[in-house]
RNA sequence: GGGCCGCUAGCUCAACUGGCAGAGCAGCUGACUCUUAAUCAGCAGGUUACAGGUUCGAUUCCUGUGCGGCUCACCA
């Protein structure tokens, strides 16, 4: 009849002719009384009675087997995948026929019928009445290798998450880690809140940032780097405990580790520093392991990781020390660093202030090396402008990361909250990005000010969710956990 | 941004040293009332990412462009 070899026009001419029949293709409705899971379950504990059960279920047909004047066909939805079992004496000669001619893989069924097992085991529907509930009009990518090409994978995620089982759990594990976060701390008294995306002065991260534009009050604005500042102002506000998981945007180059848009949890807490952060850290992880994983361990791109508390704690001066034989107190000041990198050798680059030569020698010789997981402790101030100084060493300040499979997880501090020390930090980063450093942290007068008004002793905490879900997952690239991760825009359609 | 690799039918992949662009699944026609990667017989399906170049002849070699992957740089 239809002589034409295009998958899509065929089944456009399916279409025309059911409507032409009086069928419509796209109903607004149909009643199910189970989902294909509850089917199972529902023939599985009636077996042994006398009635089996009668259901009403719908999904998308993934396989089709004809045999004749009966046929076989899987559907598919969102909780299971169930056998369905049409015979022509069943559900009479012209239904059998619209089943046959009107249907392709990949359209959506309603069937009604009652439930028994085959001779091969299998739970099945025996159909006794059916409708379309939509027609498709493009092929589904194939039954058995499914879909493989990465870019049509991330352009595409629907047909992925359709037809690549693996790839729905990853995306199912992330929620579930979210909401266990969610309960873990809602049980300990924080509060989620929100704060704006659209920010008029940066700040919180050391990143270039997205600007953008609001037309009424002709002003730029900000795409946040970063929750920081304003969470730190409900501190101020009286809201001891708050957290926020959101979006932050950083306008920064895209790799396996980096999408210019990820979601961040960041947490703080009145009356805390950083020694608490740390037992809040891997109290968290562990928890969510457990819940979503059912175990503390997990394995990362071959390694195994144990997740149970308590984790390694070093300072970043010790595990310089031990990775590259460096004391960076010997070495106090930018160029006597760099002599004695010079002297051994190191292949690290050259930074252009203490802090940053410290920290790219970190992330060189100790970072990819920290499996386990660990925090590494006592950060340069320089790089630190809203971290609170350490009291012993005016160098450091009490912030901290924590690595785990040797990624970059998350990061924490003892808050600044003497309002002229942040001032004079905010001259620091002035002082780099005149400097060239596109990446210092701006003067934000307003945090400034808020700070004046008094913030308590305060720890604050942020950690990726996209890293975490990496681990949780097993994947090697963000983009795997990000169910639309950023491509370049392609071309016309 | 640099380097390397990839792009062939709707999907997954072949095509030797430059010599007729092929298979499986999906599709179409037919057979088949317990199949499950159903089976059997037949048919159709291509701007080889795009634009140039070399050549009698280019999927293949060269140049450029696009998109993607990995990696380096960058990124607390």
């Known amino acids: 009849m239809t ?49 089996p059960p009668v259901v009403r279920t719908a999904g998308r047909l993934m396989a089709i087997r004809v045999m004749g004047r009966a046929s076989f066909a899987h559907i598919m939805d969102g909780t ?61 990518p194939e039954k058995w290798h499914g879909l493989t090409d990465v870019e049509t994978r991330y352009r595409q995620r629907y047909l992925d998450l359709l037809v690549n089982e693996p790839v729905r759990r990853t995306f199912i594990t992330r929620t579930r880690m979210v909401t266990a976060m969610r309960r873990f701390l809602d049980e300990r008294g924080f509060l989620e809140v929100e704060t704006p995306v659209l920010q008029p002065v940066y700040g919180g991260a050391a990143a270039r940032p997205f600007v953008t534009h609001h037309n009424v009050l002709d002003a730029d604005l900000y795409l946040r780097i970063s929750d920081e500042l304003y969470l730190k102002r409900l501190i101020i506000g009286g809201l001891d405990r708050v957290y926020e998981i959101g979006r932050d945007f950083r306008n920064e180059g895209i790799s396996t580790k980096h999408n210019p848009e990820f979601t961040q949890m960041e947490v703080y807490q009145a009356y805390a ?41 070093v300072t970043m001066h010790a595990a310089i020390l031990e990775a590259t034989a460096i004391d960076i107190e010997e070495y106090p000041d930018v160029n ?6 010079k002297e051994l050798s190191l292949e690290v680059n050259a930074k252009p202030a203490w802090g940053k030569q410290v920290e790219e020698l970190f992330d060189e010789y100790v970072q990819p090396k920290l499996i386990q997981p660990t925090f590494v402790l006592d950060y340069p101030l320089d790089i630190s402008p809203l971290a609170k100084k350490k009291p012993d060493a005016p160098r450091l300040v009490e912030r901290f990361e924590f690595f785990v499979g040797g990624l970059e997880c998350g990061n924490a501090f003892s808050e600044l909250n003497d309002p002229l020390d942040q001032r ?35 720890g604050g905490l942020g950690f990726g969710i996209d890293r975490m879900a990496m681990l949780f997952t097993d994947s090697s690239s963000i983009r795997e956990v990000i169910l639309f991760p950023t491509l370049r825009p392609k071309p016309g359609r």
Not at 284 to 291: G, N, P, T, Y
Not at 336 to 341: A, D
Not at 432 to 443: F, I, K, R, V, Y
């Open 273 to 313: 520093d950083y020694n608490d952060m740390m037992c809040l850290v891997e109290e968290l992880w562990h928890a969510v392991a457990e819940q979503v994983l059912g175990t503390s361990r997990l394995t990362y791109q071959g390694h195994e990781v144990n997740l149970m508390p308590p984790w390694r704690r």
């Open 424 to 458: 004079e930090r905010f001259e620091m980063q002035r002082k780099q990005l005149q400097d060239g450093d596109e990446e210092a942290h701006p003067m934000d007068e307003d945090w400034i000010r808020a700070l004046e008004y008094g913030m308590p002793p305060t």
């Open 80 to 140: 299971s995948r169930i056998q369905i079992y049409l015979r022509q004496d069943e559900v009479g000669k012209e239904a059998y026929r619209f089943f046959r001619e009107g249907f392709d893989l990949g359209d959506f069924i309603g069937v009604e019928g009652s439930l028994f097992r085959t001779r091969t085991g299998e739970v099945t529907i025996l159909v006794q009445s059916f409708e379309m509930l939509a027609k498709t009009l493009r092929p589904l």
């Open 3 to 51: 002589d034409t070899s295009d998958q899509r026009e065929q089944r456009l001419q399916k279409l025309t002719t059911l409507r032409a029949a009086g069928v419509e293709p796209y109903p607004a409705r149909f009643s199910c009384t189970h989902s294909a899971a509850e089917a199972l379950a529902a023939f599985v504990a009636s077996e042994g009675q006398e009635e």
């Open 336 to 341: 006597s660093l760099h002599q004695r990198i």
